[in-house]
């Protein structure tokens, strides 16, 4: 008798759950139905192992739905991580191509002013050439001009 009241105890525990406001599932219910026959009335012993072999079924089915909504539920984490992943992998590439036009800008507009540097440089160059030449000339007139006198 007391294990049956037990089995009564746990069947009302799990149908209910720990604050007693858990909606119960078709098979709770049945469950709970065949604890209060087993206790309250006297059941043939052939019909009560068919019964305690149902509770026992209820319970595998019972486990088995949780672990399907268990599943469900960890599918729906994962799910929802790779849209976050997916969301942040998505700013990251924003972010980097923003940082990559703006060093292309930048590369862009220091070739620009490398290649007005060097088209200066040449004319520097030049300039320095014929200066150079018009100092020999100088020198080359002033010593003829010394040399004379």
């Known amino acids: 008798m007391q294990a049956t009241t037990g089995k009564l105890a746990e069947a009302n525990k799990e149908v209910l759950g720990s604050n007693g406001k858990q909606s119960s599932t078709p098979l ?10 087993l206790v309250k009335e006297r059941v043939d012993k052939p019909v009560k192992i068919t019964l305690e072999r149902i509770l026992r079924f209820i319970k595998v089915k019972e486990e088995k739905g949780t672990k399907r909504v268990k599943t469900y539920v960890m599918q729906s984490e994962v799910s929802t991580l790779q849209k976050e992943l997916k969301q942040n992998l998505t700013k990251l590439q924003d972010a980097l191509a923003t940082q990559i036009e703006n060093i292309w800008v930048t590369m862009s507009s220091a070739l620009k002013n490398i290649v007005k540097t060097l088209a200066d440089t040449k004319d520097l160059k030049e300039t320095v050439k014929e200066i150079t ?6 020198n080359n007139a002033t010593d003829k001009i010394t040399t004379t006198i």
């Open 28 to 37: 709770q219910i049945i469950a709970l139905a065949i604890n209060q026959l």
């Open 133 to 138: 030449n018009k100092v020999g000339r100088m």
